[in-house]
């Protein structure tokens, strides 16, 4: 058996992935293991669960690949700095001694930190290979796909001097057509209205996305006609004069300030019409320009079908509207569209471009495995975990459980939901998640305050059943990864009366959009995941279970965390956030445990201290 590790790590989301004669069998984030949310170290943790999964020593690796050419990624800091000498001086002493000391031998580096993890002998070690960043998205988006051919769309801040890149993919063939080069990033835009708007970059872009339907889009024109020279093709080009992030330690600077009408708001302060205008009008401008590229990507290769990956195709509005535009007819993306998932087109790059091993794709099912790639406990090992942390639970058989979850999920319980194996990516798809009712017009307020400790505004996810989808949304193909925004069914929605329809803002988050008001957005829209008999069974099962007793197919589905925290790995995980939040009920594998059950937590309860509220 050929093995191949692929590791992206040192920018953010630091992942490893395992492939086994071209099946991906394993890929998991250092994030999980290590309880820090995108943790940009070294992947130890992710390593040595990736070789216990292969079993065989990494000695017996055909190669590891890393997802990224730091020697090309220099060549761009240096040329950025000395093109804007003397600007720039500060953020040129902070970012080289990094790079001096560490990066530019990032080979050396990978070598010792793979002997160390593996245990073995840095001359032991198989053959270290590395792909270009972009290479890798494509990679992990056409390799990955159901589509024998494809266009690639690849779409992020920055690789090496890449930020928006196109590919014709052909069976085993991965040819680079065109590409956009730092500074002009669609990604880092998006980016420098995260931070004006004040989120953090890098992880709060889908916040902006989540507040952007308060807003109105009176600031679209003066992105377009001022910070962005956008052409008919979509190809642009960045005023830089109002950016500081090629010679700076922020985003933007005075100039952009001024463009609109003050300084970025202050993280946690309260957010303001303005701040809600903001999002809305870089989420339409950002649409525009993937729509542009996404209709001259199809004049230009004259392919049916696209791909997509790089941290701009999590945006799933903009993803939703490349489908509904009818451009291609069908796309797929990557469900780890960021960089923990160049870990896997590392390794799907080297198989099938380094080794030319040849690749099979019938149109229908993709590689990813339902994303389901972590961790998998066992009832017998959950029960010996949860022991030792001193829970009380209640083991019971499926065909019990399952219709026990429904009625206390109908009854508007919140249920923490830790089943199977961990999902690989940003997205819970029902083995880490939080479950609610859709129904209930409590929900959504519940959740967002009660249990994830996040701002109001943040909408959430149905899970419906993918032989329901299109009774609850239009909405007529499979959205297993929650990365496609559809309307809710007209049918299903509540009009605004005249009073309602005055209102503007957070004034808006309370009024019912649909007869599913939890996971209804202000615009009438929400992220679908589908849920499949053949991915996720069990979940499928509980889903069905809840249409037979309420005759509604759909589950509210959010991550199994609270902000500030990565998604739940493991039984002591899904404990501690239980005991720490109002949820009442959790599900592990078998083990149903409840609330008012549980003993108290104390000083003296150990593993309590080794999770903190953000």
């Known amino acids: 058996m050929k093995r191949i590790l692929g590791i992206s790590a040192y920018y953010h989301d630091s992942a490893v992935a395992l492939l086994e004669d071209g099946v991906l069998t394993a890929a998991v984030q250092e994030e999980r293991f290590s309880r820090k949310k995108h943790d940009a170290r070294f992947p130890t943790a992710a390593m040595r669960y990736c070789l216990d999964t292969a079993g065989v020593p990494l000695d017996r690796f055909d190669s590891v690949v890393f997802y990224d050419k730091p020697l090309l990624k220099f060549d761009r800091l240096l040329e950025t700095y000395l093109a804007c000498a003397p600007r720039g001086f500060r953020s040129f002493l902070t970012a080289m001694p990094v790079w001096l000391k560490e990066k530019l031998y990032l080979k050396t580096l990978l070598r010792q930190e793979l002997a160390k993890v593996s245990e073995i002998p840095i001359q032991a070690l198989p053959p270290l290979l590395f792909t270009e960043h972009h290479q890798s998205h494509a990679a992990s988006a056409f390799f990955a796909s159901p589509f024998p051919k494809a266009a690639v769309l690849c779409l992020d801040g920055v690789g090496e001097w890449a930020t928006t890149s196109v590919w014709q993919g052909d069976g085993c063939r991965l040819e680079p057509l065109w590409q956009m080069d730092f500074p002009h990033s669609l990604g880092l835009l998006y980016s420098a209205f995260t931070f004006y708007t004040g989120f953090k970059v ?64 202050q993280p946690e302060t309260q957010l303001t019409q303005r701040d809600m205008d903001l999002a809305r009008s870089i989420q339409e401008a950002t649409e525009e320009i993937v729509l542009r590229l996404a209709r001259a990507v199809r004049q230009e290769t004259g392919n049916e079908y696209l791909c997509l990956a790089g941290g701009v195709a999590l945006n799933c509005v903009a993803n939703g509207r490349i489908l509904r535009e ?251 956030c239980f005991m720490r939040t109002e949820m009442d009920y959790l599900v592990v594998q078998n083990h149903l445990l409840t609330k008012a059950e549980q003993p108290a937590i104390t000083d003296d309860h150990a593993w309590m201290q080794e999770f903190a509220l953000d």
């Not at 008919?232 to 830089?240: E, I, Y």
């Not at 997205?427 to 967002?448: C, E, H, T, Y």
């Open 202 to 265: 890098n992880s709060g872009e889908y916040k902006v996305m989540g507040l952007a339907p308060y807003g109105q889009p009176r600031y679209v024109d003066r992105i377009l006609e001022t910070l962005v020279d956008l052409k008919p093709d979509g190809t642009f080009r960045l005023n830089m004069d109002y950016f500081d992030y090629t010679t700076g330690l922020n985003m933007t600077n005075a100039r952009f300030h001024t463009l609109f009408e003050g300084p970025p708001r």
């Open 326 to 576: 009818g451009i291609f007819r069908d796309l797929w993306i990557q469900p780890a569209a960021g960089d923990a998932g160049g870990a896997v087109g590392a390794a799907l790059a080297a198989w099938h471009q380094y080794a030319n091993q040849p690749r099979e794709a019938d149109g229908r099912t993709d590689q990813m495995h339902g994303a389901f790639l972590g961790p998998c406990f066992d009832n017998k090992e959950v029960g010996a975990r949860l022991a030792r942390l001193g829970a009380k639970s209640l083991v019971l058989p499926d065909e019990e459980l399952l219709p026990q979850i429904a009625r206390l999920l109908a009854e508007e319980k919140v249920v923490g939901w830790f089943q199977g194996a961990m999902e690989f990516g940003p997205r819970a798809l029902g083995a880490r998640s939080i479950l609610g009712d859709p129904r209930s017009p409590a929900m959504q307020k519940v959740m967002n305050l009660k249990i994830k400790y996040r701002e109001s505004f943040r909408p959430f996810a149905p899970s419906v059943l993918m032989e329901k989808v299109t009774e609850n949304f239009d909405l007529d193909q499979a959205s297993p990864y929650m990365l496609l925004v559809a309307k809710v069914r007209p049918e299903r929605c509540m009009p605004m009366n005249p009073a309602q329809q005055a209102l503007f803002g957070l004034d808006l988050l309370n009024i019912p959009r649909s007869d599913l008001p939890a996971i209804t957005h202000i615009d009438y829209s929400a992220r679908v995941q589908t849920v499949h008999a053949d991915t996720n069974p069990r979940y499928h099962a509980l889903l069905r279970a809840f249409e037979a007793l309420t005759g509604c197919a759909v589950l509210v589905n959010t991550s199994f965390n609270v902000r500030g925290e990565p998604i739940v790995c493991t039984p002591e995980d899904a404990y501690r």
